[in-house]
């Protein structure tokens, strides 16, 4: 799949002309995308990449796998995240992708729904995005765990559709339980509906990938609520043997105490 070249049709779409000058800015800051090229066992999304003013404009790529080396400098954004892939006997990295769902660069969170939510322009530049991303994730990237590690991202995926009505992507989403982390779901399908932003894509790749909806993970949230190497590798494990065949109480155990953190 070439990212690259999807982003530049939509960067350049004729529509984006009908935008408001405030929406603009960000088609002059160019986009930003993750060259994930393989399968991985491990998706971690967040929302859109962040855009400070002394940055330089332009299409950027990254390789993920060098961000999240161990021995790379370090970062506010991407320390923590390593930090939950790895300890002394676990190393998750050469299994995990990243990617943020959307590619435009802004800092403030509000911008998406001020300013590209508010306009059907922008509304159809949110969904060429998503529609690629989620393109990548079927068709490339294949996860057996996503961590959703930006709330405001999770209702992307499908997770407020029941109580809000928001369908987006439109994965049909099984709660499991709650851990001490986030909210563990399961990926049973797709939701049968015309809004679909990929109606082209009519089976999902993912029944049985495991959804770990969790706080925004950064250099400020407690050790205690993040997510760890040996969590997410007994997470995968798990999704594996099939999470059917484990009881709901041991898979929500605290894997350091013990404390059963099923609600």
């Known amino acids: 799949m070439d990212i690259k070249k999807r982003l530049d049709e939509i960067w350049g779409a004729d529509y984006l002309n009908a935008l408001s000058p405030e929406a603009k800015t960000v088609l002059e800051r160019g986009y930003v995308f993750y060259n994930n090229e393989e399968r991985k066992d491990l998706l971690i999304t967040g929302i859109n990449p962040s855009f400070r003013e002394e940055e330089s404009k332009g299409q950027l790529g990254f390789n993920t796998t060098k961000l999240l080396e161990r021995e790379a400098k370090h970062d506010v954004y991407w320390s923590p995240i390593r930090k939950m892939l790895y300890n002394q006997d676990i190393d998750l990295i050469d299994q995990t992708a990243y990617l943020d769902i959307f590619y435009f660069r802004e800092k403030e969170q509000t911008f998406l729904k001020r300013e590209l939510l508010s306009q059907p322009e922008g509304i159809r530049f949110i969904v060429d995005q998503l529609n690629l991303?989620?393109?990548?994730?079927?068709?490339?990237?294949?996860?057996?765990?996503?961590?959703?590690?930006?709330?405001?991202?999770?209702?992307?995926?499908?997770?407020?559709?029941?109580?809000?009505?928001?369908?987006?992507?439109?994965?049909?989403?099984?709660?499991?339980?709650?851990?001490?982390?986030?909210?563990?779901?399961?990926?049973?399908?797709?939701?049968?509906?015309?809004?679909?932003?990929?109606?082209?894509?009519?089976?999902?790749?993912?029944?049985?990938?495991?959804?770990?909806?969790?706080?925004?993970?950064?250099?400020?949230?407690?050790?205690?609520?993040?997510?760890?190497?040996?969590?997410?590798?007994?997470?995968?494990?798990?999704?594996?043997?099939?999470?059917?065949?484990?009881?709901?109480e041991d898979l929500c155990l605290n894997h350091i105490s013990g404390m059963n953190l099923c609600k």
Not at 150 to 159: H, I, L, Q
Not at 197 to 210: D, F, R, S
Not at 223 to 243: C, D, K, V, Y
Request: proline share 3%; charged share 20%; net charge positive.
């Open 133 to 248: 991303t989620m393109h990548t994730i079927e068709e490339v990237i294949q996860p057996k765990l996503i961590i959703v590690k930006n709330k405001e991202s999770a209702a992307y995926f499908g997770k407020e559709a029941k109580e809000r009505g928001w369908i987006w992507m439109g994965y049909a989403l099984k709660q499991v339980c709650n851990t001490y982390c986030g909210e563990l779901y399961k990926i049973t399908g797709l939701i049968d509906s015309h809004e679909r932003i990929a109606p082209e894509i009519t089976q999902t790749a993912l029944v049985g990938t495991l959804v770990l909806f969790t706080r925004h993970i950064n250099q400020y949230t407690k050790r205690e609520l993040r997510p760890t190497a040996e969590f997410l590798n007994r997470l995968l494990h798990i999704q594996s043997q099939g999470i059917d065949s484990y009881p709901i």
